[in-house]
């Protein structure tokens, strides 16, 4: 969910006043035109990022900042915190979800007959086993890996750059850290990796968002 900053909301209120205004006008010129227009535009982006707005608190609000014999009921600073707020909910609530949606999908996958559930809540599957030696916490090592989200979107591949990549193994998500040195080389993990072993509270990219849980195939190639 977007958040709004106070000048944002301003344009909004300012355009939207020009949208509501013109609803019982003809236009006449350009300047009607182009004023319909801006209001459309920015109703799109309300009804998208806003559905449940009351607009007749909406339009008053628009008309009381305009008229410079009004003041408004809520003041500029408090209008900015009470809608910074609303949003923070509208986020924490959404977040909640994928965090649930997250530790539901764990607790189901580790039923699974060949799933190893280790303290720290990561999981893993063996699809192959390696016989070379495990990596230490100071090694480099190198890896091919595929990560998806739980629902099978893919996020970050080397296999299908078709290109491996090195990387120290104490400088990765801590799952990752943890699963690495406890696999031969030559072996193939498939990774469950709770969202605290991940990428946490705040996520990392237009992909993975807050409280995500991840999913790996990770082969370790060798140790550098």
Known sequence: MKKYTFLTLIITIVNLSINLNMSGQKMN??????????????GENIKKQF????????EAAIKDVLDESKEPKISNADAQKLIQDYFTKIQAKASESVMEVGKKFLADNSKRENVITLESGLQYEIM???EGPKP???????????????????FDSSVDRGEPAS????????????ALQLMPV?????????????????????????????????ELISIN
């Not at 559905?51 to 909406?58: A, K, R, S, T």
């Not at 100071?138 to 099978?152: R, S």
Request: glycine share 12%.
């Open 29 to 42: 010129n350009e300047i009607d035109s182009v004023s319909y227009s801006l209001g459309v535009n920015i």
């Open 51 to 58: 559905p449940d707005i009351d607009l007749d608190n909406f």
């Open 128 to 130: 192959k086993t390696g």
């Open 136 to 154: 230490t916490l100071e090694d480099k090592v190198t890896t091919h890996y595929h990560g998806t989200l739980i629902d099978g979107t893919v």
């Open 167 to 178: 990387f120290p193994v104490n400088g990765v998500i801590k799952g990752w850290t943890e």
């Open 186 to 218: 030559g072996s193939k993990w498939k990774l469950f990796v709770p969202y605290d072993l991940a990428y946490g509270e705040r996520g990392t990219g237009p992909q993975i968002g807050p409280y995500t849980t991840l999913i790996f195939e990770v």
